[in-house]
């Protein structure tokens, strides 16, 4: 079982920056592809950014050149820096752990909030 913690999230204007946090419950990121996914009210989970463990990222194409994916292997943390950020980003944004190999071996956060707004 793995165990995942996103904080950062919060209200901020158009154009502002923010950097979520994701702490997993141990030293997973070899066997896992590290997320970000992002839900807005009335809409579908969608894909934000992914990690590999060989560095390898992944963007969706409405956040690209804004959104940073990044990870601290030393303290089991992968990170999204957000910059320039638009009203449409304003969502809870999920943390994911999917194993390599093995399809039910994945894994959420609680979700944290991210508000744009003037």
């Known amino acids: 079982q793995v165990q995942l913690v996103e904080s950062g999230g919060g209200l901020v204007q158009p154009g502002g920056s923010l950097r979520l946090s994701c702490a997993a419950s141990?030293?997973?990121?070899?066997?896992?592809?590290m997320g970000w996914y992002r839900q807005a009210p009335g809409k579908q989970r969608e894909l934000v950014a992914t990690?590999?463990?060989?560095?390898?990222?992944n963007y969706a194409d409405s956040v690209k050149d804004r959104f940073t994916i990044s990870r601290d292997n030393a303290n089991n943390t992968i990170y999204l820096q957000m910059n320039n950020l638009k009203f449409e980003d304003t969502a809870a944004y999920y943390c994911?752990?999917?194993?390599?190999?093995?399809?039910?071996?994945?894994?959420w956060g609680q979700g944290t909030q991210v508000t744009v707004s003037s």
């Open positions: 990690i590999k463990g060989g560095g390898t990222t």
């Open positions: 994911n752990a999917r194993h390599l190999l093995t399809v039910t071996m994945n894994y």
């Open positions: 141990g030293s997973i990121f070899s066997r896992y592809i």
